[in-house]
């Protein structure tokens, strides 16, 4: 088990991260993580990474995406400039 001392960060506390938690983590520099405290415990979880619009939307052409919603969705007949040539 690593231990850590708390230290002062501008107004903020601060923990430093011992290397060999870290990497058993799968933390570093950078990395998102959610903290949680309920009465005297503190608990740091690491959070997934932040998807893209780009990697969100990958694997599939624009013709596809349409098709997808124009099925889930009756937006009704094109009218204006919204209309999309396909």
């Known amino acids: ?4 001392v708390i230290g002062r960060w ?3 506390l601060a923990i430093r991260i011992p290397a060999e938690a870290a990497r058993t983590a799968g933390l570093g520099e950078g990395a998102r993580v959610e903290i949680v405290s309920s009465g005297g415990e503190v608990i740091v979880r690491k959070l997934p990474a932040e ?3 780009e ?3 990958s694997g599939r052409s624009p013709r596809e995406w349409r098709a997808l919603y124009r099925a889930a969705y009756d937006w009704g007949k094109d009218r204006g400039r919204e209309r999309i040539e396909e």
Request: positive net charge; without cysteine.
């Open 10 to 12: 501008g107004k903020s």
């Open 51 to 53: 998807l893209a619009a």
């Open 1 to 4: 088990m690593a231990q850590a």
């Open 55 to 57: 990697s969100m939307f």
